[in-house]
């Protein structure tokens, strides 16, 4: 790790974000000027109602989306100064994704799949750190499979394993365990905090599971694209109950 | 139902047009070269027609030479017949015509005016009446003394020469200089130009050149006021019966039809190419449809579980394909209409062609439409009907891709249809069949679609793979996507990569039987010519050679041992095979109306083409093997052949054959000589004494001399020496056999060049089939590009993968090319040889296929490069959240 990002505090952040879609009388304010940090080395879970604007959040933190106005960062990269190329590459090399589903390209093996941003950038993956991250979502057997040979569960499992490949500053996850029945469901949970807690990687979850919430080390809830609540050291219960409080 | 099919087309516009474009060329080619044609036969007619405006009635004579091409050359008549027609009462005006080929316009840059390959050049005698003279005077006079010429005024403007110029003409005796005094053109007022060249001299001068004193090629006459041309016809020919004596109009009409045949043989073999194309939009129509019935198999589950009768579900297919002919067939209707008045454009500057509008005909319309939706509909209903098979269940399956295996039984399937094509082809080529050229024809689309369609589906996947490892050196992942992208769907691309391998199969085919040719060419020549010079003719026009006094100067050059002349001319063969002939080909023309008097006189048989040459030298210069019978034998009436024709035709040594020449009539000659090998030039020797007394005025001339030097004479001295006997005749060269190969075969590379020009055409539509999949493809992975841009692939590795992609499918495309191509060539070229043992050597220019492989592949990258930055252009985040 470099020294900035060493003596940088959070992994990725939001200063005053704001996200309108349309205009007049269609107009949405999908983020209504959120601000908030995410810690380097910690898993934090991002929930709320849907149509709270969880999603574009993470869509901007990522760079897949720009903001109306306010910033975001990820390590020391303020994100509304880069150009679309810049974006791209950042992706690439400093960021991981997991999404709800099709995250996988069908014609690539699993292992193909895993390594593909470091393909994309040209570089040769730290093959230590690469065993490590199969060995820990347990994907060593099925290393040739193609997408379509393996489960739902697998596939996200591999998709988890993508993101961490290239060690990157952050793993963003968009209800990655949505599509899943609930035990594998749990163990993908139970590989994402095992990365953050023994691999040191830093991870952000949208996910309207309370008991998905509760492998977090910190929640922060969304209503009407502000922030209306967080909570560290959650728990299902915990959680349910502040979801009902914000529900009235 | 239909509402639903109608609505779904509108909102993929850009599909339909795309679609509709690849049959829509191949319309608008067909079309265009039918509104060519047809504009260019009417300006002729037009223009023929005000030539012989004031012409009533012609007498000639009933002696007729075929000359090939439907060209035909009349025995001159007597100069004394003309004074006999201006007698016969009610003649007004009368005149002796020359009419010869036997010149040439030499420009002033020393260059011969006009393409060998383009219209004649034409030698006339000057006739006062204004009414009987082909052309109209429209600046100058005409020529006064026999130092003086008319030139047309485009020929003028070509050459450069201007009123009072002088201006060079090429005869055959001698390079001549004459004063220009008159410019003429065609038409009422002389304002339009005709394909002809015309050169007018005086009479004397004219038959001088025209090479024939004392005759004239046919008389003119006008009728008296008030007398119809019949009558006057009718009038003549009870005077003069003995002469052959047509009407003005039919006169006209045969000059009209002389020419239309020419552009009608040329629309012909244009439009072949325009099927070609439209074959090769066959396999992108039915490409199409399967990736759309694929895409749409969730889409018409639905609808079938909804309740909707499989009838209806390939109704909606079928109506699709309907509208998308009916589209191709108005954009090939408009396009090839501007493509006809283009091209015609471009001819103007050759001849006059009359503006306006285009004479689209309801045959035309008919031809677009037919072709149009016909086709469209044919390549639509197997895939239209493979949609109606899609189970209403299958609404509630993942899977919206065409992912059916190729299967066993397309092995099976492939191989017979191989098996098949063999066959035919085999009954083709060996001449055993009964149509060898439908079976050719039958075969070549068999193959072509077994290995294309039913054969290619099994190896596209691993072809693709292969083909990407140059991509994927190094472990780039864009270029390992490429390949597993080619590999996806083996059948779509290997109907994609078939519209590519017909166009390639048949460049590869040309280049091959043109590499063969020249390479026999030029051996036939090392073998055969002992020659060490040759002094030949540059110019392919009939008509033109080398002077005759040249070839005695050449023979006593010092250093010159042998200067043997060889001579080119028609024939007519009138013994039994040529009997037979006639009778299994019967000429299409009839006596017809406005003939009177005595009929075409020549009798039936097979028209041929003969060499006149000296035996005594001839037999030593060029090497036919053995000889049975001797050249010296070989007196007047005598003619030597080859075993090869003398075995098809039945000859044997000593049998008097019987031949017909239009200028002596039939006569027996004997067979002296039958040499061993045969060369496939003509295969018929006549001795000059007998061929001068034969051929019609134009063919008497040399046309190549072949020069042996002594053997101690230093060869390029005696060039040089050679060089400067010539050196006044723009026409002809002094050439070493190499040169002598190099001309023999250059216009085999014009022809080549004009036919890879319009196989251009199938392969531009092969490259839209490729743009068309894969912007479908793309289309169908839309999700997955966006995953790609969302982690990390930049815009330029994508459009960089999917023009991988396109060129993996060209390259597969142009492999199979060809190899079809090689294919088809080793059987082409397995018959020739059986044909023509002594000289066909079968060649594979290797550089040549070599760009044709890296064309094709670059083709590829250029028909991705539309669809590769629309991929790009995709938004990753709307990408992913489509469904
Ligand atoms: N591309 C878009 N165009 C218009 N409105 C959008 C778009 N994407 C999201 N929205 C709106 O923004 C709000 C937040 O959406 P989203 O971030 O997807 O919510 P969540 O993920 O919490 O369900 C919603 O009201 C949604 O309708
Ligand atoms: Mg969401």
Redesign the interface.
């Known amino acids: 790790m470099s020294t900035s990002e060493q003596t940088t505090f959070a992994a990725a952040g939001a200063v005053d974000a704001v996200k309108v879609y349309g205009e007049g009388d269609t107009e949405v304010r999908a983020l209504d000027g959120v601000t908030a940090t995410f810690e380097r080395g910690k898993f934090t879970a991002i929930m709320g109602p849907s149509g709270s604007g969880k999603s574009t959040l993470m869509?901007c933190l990522a760079g897949?989306?720009r903001l109306s106005t306010g910033r975001v960062f990820v390590g020391d990269t303020y994100l509304d100064d880069l150009s679309?190329?810049q974006l791209?590459?950042l992706?690439?090399?400093k960021i991981g994704?997991v999404?709800q589903a099709?995250?996988?390209?069908?014609?690539?093996s699993a292992l193909?799949n895993v390594t593909?941003?470091m393909?994309?950038?040209?570089r040769k993956p730290d093959q230590e750190w690469l065993d490590q991250v199969i060995d820990t979502v347990g994907l060593r057997p099925r290393l040739t499979h193609r997408p379509s040979e393996l489960s739902g569960g697998q596939q996200q499992r591999v998709a988890v394993a993508?993101a961490l490949a290239s060690q990157p500053e952050i793993v963003f996850a968009d209800e990655p365990t949505g599509n899943l029945d609930s035990r594998s469901g749990g163990e993908l949970l139970q590989f994402m905090r095992h990365a953050v807690s023994d691999l040191g990687q830093t991870i952000v979850m949208v996910t309207h599971d309370p008991t998905a919430a509760a492998y977090a080390d910190r929640v922060v809830f969304l209503a009407d694209g502000r922030i209306v609540s967080e909570m560290t050291e959650p728990t299902a219960a915990r959680v349910l109950d502040l979801m009902k409080q914000l529900g009235d | 139902m239909l509402r639903i099919a109608l609505k779904d087309l509108l909102a993929r516009k850009r599909r339909l047009v795309t679609t509709s474009v690849a049959i829509a060329l191949g319309i608008a080619f067909l079309t265009g070269t039918q509104l060519l044609s047809g504009i260019l036969s009417d300006s002729i007619k037009s223009l023929v027609g005000d030539t012989y405006d004031g012409i009533d009635a012609v007498v000639r004579s009933s002696k007729v030479q075929e000359v090939g091409f439907g060209n035909e050359i009349r025995t001159p008549v007597p100069e004394g017949l003309a004074g006999q027609v201006a007698e016969v009462g009610g003649v007004r005006a009368s005149s002796g015509i020359v009419e010869t080929i036997t010149a040439q316009l030499v420009g002033k840059d020393g260059k011969i005016v006009g393409s060998s390959f383009g219209p004649p050049t034409i030698v006339y005698n000057w006739v006062e009446d204004p009414q009987l003279r082909f052309g109209t005077l429209r600046e100058g006079t005409g020529p006064k003394s026999d130092g003086e010429i008319v030139l047309d005024f485009g020929s003028a403007k070509d050459g450069g020469y201007k009123i009072g110029d002088t201006v060079t003409v090429a005869g055959q005796t001698q390079t001549e200089q004459f004063k220009l005094v008159g410019l003429t053109g065609l038409g009422k007022d002389g304002k339009d130009s005709g394909g002809a060249k015309s050169l007018q001299f005086t009479t004397p001068v004219a038959q001088r050149i025209g090479q024939i004193p004392g005759e004239f090629s046919y008389i003119v006459a006008a009728a008296d006021e008030g007398l119809s041309q019949d009558e006057l016809a009718k009038a003549i020919s009870a005077a003069l019966p003995g002469e052959q004596v047509v009407t003005g109009e039919r006169f006209s009409t045969e000059n009209q039809e002389s020419i239309s045949q020419f552009v009608d043989i040329l629309g012909t073999f244009v439009s072949v190419f325009g099927y070609i194309a439209i074959f090769v939009a066959c396999f992108i129509i039915y490409n199409t449809f399967s990736i759309i019935v694929a895409q749409r198999t969730r889409e018409t589950a639905l609808l079938r579980a909804v309740g909707a009768r499989r009838r209806q579900v390939l109704a909606a297919t079928m109506l699709e394909a309907v509208v998308i002919g009916l589209v191709s067939s108005v954009l090939g209707l408009i396009l090839g209409a501007f493509l006809g008045t283009g091209l015609a454009k471009a001819f103007s500057s050759s001849f006059s062609v009359k503006g306006g509008i285009p004479p689209i005909t309801a045959g035309t319309v008919i031809l677009a439409f037919v072709i149009g939706v016909g086709v469209t509909v044919l390549s639509a209903v197997f895939p239209a009907w493979r949609s109606t098979k899609v189970p209403p269940i299958a609404a509630l399956s993942e899977v919206s891709v065409d992912r059916s295996d190729v299967s066993r039984s397309r092995l099976v399937w492939g191989i017979v249809m191989l098996a098949l094509g063999g066959v035919l082809m085999a009954l083709g080529l060996t001449d055993t069949g009964p149509n060898p050229i439908g079976e050719v024809g039958a075969s070549a689309l068999l193959i072509l679609v077994a290995v294309a369609l039913v054969l290619g589906p099994l190896i596209a996947a691993p072809m693709s793979r292969v083909l990407a490892i140059p991509f994927a050196a190094g472990g780039r992942i864009t270029g390992r996507l490429a390949g597993e992208n080619a590999a996806r769907n083996p059948k779509r691309t290997a109907a994609t990569a078939a519209a590519l391998t017909i166009g390639v199969t048949l460049v590869t085919v040309i280049a091959i039987l043109a590499a063969s040719l020249k390479a026999s060419i030029d051996n036939t020549i090392t073998n055969s010519l002992k020659a060490d010079l040759v002094v030949n003719t540059t110019t392919f026009a009939i008509g033109t050679g080398i002077p005759a006094n040249i070839a005695d100067q050449v023979a006593t050059t010092p250093g010159v041992k042998i200067a043997s002349p060889v001579r080119f001319g028609p024939v007519r063969l009138t013994d039994a095979a040529g009997k037979k002939y006639a009778k299994d080909n019967p000429e299409k023309k009839g006596p017809g109306a406005g003939l009177s008097g005595t009929a075409d006189t020549a009798p039936s048989g097979e028209d041929s083409f003969m060499l006149g040459v000296d035996p005594a030298t001839f037999f030593e210069v060029l090497d036919l093997g053995t000889l049975d019978g001797s050249p010296k034998d070989m007196a007047a009436g005598t003619f030597a052949t080859t075993r090869k024709t003398a075995e098809e035709r039945g000859w044997k040594l000593g049998d008097k054959v019987p031949m017909f020449f239009a200028r002596s009539g039939e006569q027996e000659l004997e067979l002296k000589v039958i040499a061993q090998r045969d060369i496939g030039q003509s295969s018929l020797y006549l001795p000059l004494t007998t061929f001068e007394q034969v051929v019609p005025p134009g063919f008497n001339i040399d046309n190549a001399i072949y020069v042996v030097a002594d053997s101690q004479a230093d060869i390029p001295s005696v060039q040089k020496s050679l060089d400067a006997l010539v050196k006044d005749l723009p026409t002809i060269k002094v050439q070493d056999l190499q040169e002598y190969a190099q001309s023999q075969a250059g216009p085999l590379n014009t022809i080549v060049l004009v036919i890879y020009g319009l196989l251009a055409l199938a392969i531009i539509i092969a490259l839209v089939g490729i743009a068309n999949t894969l912007g479908l493809s793309i289309l169908e992975r839309t999700k997955e590009l966006g995953l790609l841009r969302a982690v990390g692939m930049t815009k330029k590795q994508l459009r960089r993968s999917i023009r991988q992609e396109a060129a993996i499918v060209a390259v597969f495309g142009t492999l199979l090319g060809l190899v079809i191509g090689i294919a088809f060539s080793v059987a082409l070229s397995i018959v020739i040889t059986a044909d023509n043992p002594d000289i066909f050597s079968y060649q594979l220019p290797i550089p040549t296929l070599v760009a044709i492989t890296v064309i094709g592949a670059l083709a590829g990258v250029l028909a991705a490069i539309l669809p590769a930055r629309r991929a790009a252009r995709l938004n990753p985040l709307t990408a992913i959240s489509s469904v």
């Open positions: 869509h897949l989306d679309e190329a791209t590459e992706r690439r090399d994704f999404f099709f995250n996988l390209i069908p014609t690539l193909e593909l941003p393909d994309l950038a040209g993508r």
